[in-house]
């Protein structure tokens, strides 16, 4: 069970950061471990949509004054939940 989830958020993240092009990106781990870390966000309830998330995600970064975000959870019950940590 925890090896389709983990393949189920790293395939949703790919999609996510091939879809990022705000002012705040989305990173990978290994470009993350260049960056200085600020926080981090979590949505929840988001549509039905990764590009919701996406969206939110990157909507919340960008009001903390964050420059990138990297996804750190993910998950589909009832309704999606997400959080990324914050960089500079």
Known sequence: MKTKLII???????????????????VSNEQAQNMQAMGSVSVSSVGSSPMDIRQ????????????????TEMSQGDHWHATAELYK
């Open 8 to 26: 189920a958020t790293l395939g949703l993240a790919s999609v996510l950061s091939f879809g990022a092009s705000a002012a705040v990106q989305q």
């Open 56 to 71: 939110a995600l990157s909507a919340k970064a960008e009001k903390a004054g964050a420059s990138s975000y990297r996804v």
